[in-house]
């Protein structure tokens, strides 16, 4: 199994990005999928995440700015990130569960699979 987070790259304040997680040998349709982010310095986030039955989370320090999303006919899911801010620079994961969640956990240790981060950085 293997993840593939992209879509990083440099935007000003204010800008959009849209996050992609695609997975080779592994069905993203239905399984629990969790973004995470780690900006310098600091530990690890959860920040959003679609469980097996689509129910979602999103941090504080996202919600209302960020969207995930499923395209079953890419085998992928999308983290829309509008209105960014500076603290929103960080090296983004994607991560992917076997485990069946009715809600998706939000830390790390329940994902057994990574993509590699996509870095964002949101700066003028």
């Known amino acids: 199994v293997q993840l593939q987070a992209s879509g990083g790259g440099l935007v000003q304040p204010g800008g959009s990005l849209r996050l992609s997680c695609a997975a080779s040998?592994?069905?993203?349709?239905?399984?629990?999928i969790g973004w995470f982010r780690q900006a310098p310095g600091k530990e690890r986030e959860g920040i959003v995440c679609?469980?097996?039955?689509?129910?979602?989370f999103y941090a504080d320090s996202v919600k209302g700015r960020f969207t995930i999303s499923r395209d079953i006919a890419k085998n992928s899911v999308f983290l829309q990130m509008n209105s960014l801010k500076a603290e929103d620079t960080a090296v983004y994961y994607c991560?992917?569960?076997?485990?069946?969640?009715?809600?998706?956990?939000?830390?790390?240790?329940?994902?057994?699979?990574w993509g590699q981060g996509t870095q964002v950085t949101v700066s003028s």
């Open positions: 991560a992917a569960t076997t485990s069946f969640y009715v809600y998706c956990p939000v830390v790390g240790e329940p994902y057994e699979y």
């Open positions: 679609i469980s097996n039955n689509d129910n979602t």
């Open positions: 040998r592994f069905n993203l349709d239905y399984n629990t």
